[in-house]
């Protein structure tokens, strides 16, 4: 069955598709600021022999790389708003905080690759476009950052099936726009702040010791 995280996962692969086999006329030249900021998340995913080799200095960011997507009309214009790693792409080590440094990231995937380890960076805080996020089924660690759950424009977050400790920030409950959350299969532990009621009992399970509706009572 399609759910609706499916579909959307499903719609912006196929736009990163038409991207990439669209003539080249069609594409905006990328931003110098943003090409340096994924260069720098290139080397530290294994530099110009690694997964990312195709991130080449001598091309166009927006037109010839893989798995990014730039934004065609007004101040997006060249800029990049989409990254949206292949699931099990065998991406290893920490998520670079560079990713903070895209001020027109709107929409970010890098999961369900095991080697990814680390902590969320805070610097994702950054991200005031960010409306999609999904790290699930990666290697991480550590607490899930308020600065990322304190963006305004978040409407779906996919954190589960990771190693991620602590509570829930409670800055997550002033999002009134957020359609789908999902932190199940951690180890986060504290009551589910009450904004999160809306969402069923499988977008908490698995956990250390979560509680509150629509898990068992805090004690």
């Not at 997006?76 to 991406?91: P, Q």
């Not at 805070?122 to 290697?139: A, F, Q, V």
Request: glycine share 8%.
């Amino acid at each position: 069955m399609l759910t609706p995280l499916k579909f959307t996962i499903l719609f912006y692969t196929s736009l990163i598709f038409f991207h990439i086999f669209s003539h080249a006329t069609d594409f905006p030249p990328c931003n110098p600021q943003d090409k340096a900021v994924l260069l720098k998340v290139r080397d530290h995913f294994g530099g110009t022999t690694g997964r990312l080799s195709d991130w080449d200095n001598t091309t166009d960011c927006c037109s010839d790389w893989s798995f990014v997507g730039c934004g065609t009309t007004g101040k997006s214009y060249g800029r990049i708003d989409t990254v949206t790693f292949s699931r099990s792409w065998g991406l290893s080590g920490s998520i670079p905080s560079d990713f903070g440094d895209l001020p027109y990231l709107s929409f970010f995937i890098l999961a369900d690759n095991i080697n990814v380890t680390g902590s969320l960076p805070k610097s994702l805080g950054k991200l005031k476009r960010l409306y999609h996020i999904e790290m699930d089924s990666n290697s991480l660690i550590g607490p899930i950052p308020k600065e990322l759950l304190q963006l305004k424009s978040l409407k779906e977050v996919d954190l589960s099936n990771n190693k991620l400790s602590g509570p829930i920030p409670p800055a997550v409950s002033s999002l009134s726009s957020l359609t789908q959350f999902n932190v199940s299969n951690n180890q986060l532990c504290g009551p589910i702040p009450s904004g999160l009621k809306k969402f069923g009992k499988t977008s908490f399970d698995n956990n250390k010791c979560l509680c509150g509706p629509p898990l068992t009572p805090c004690k």
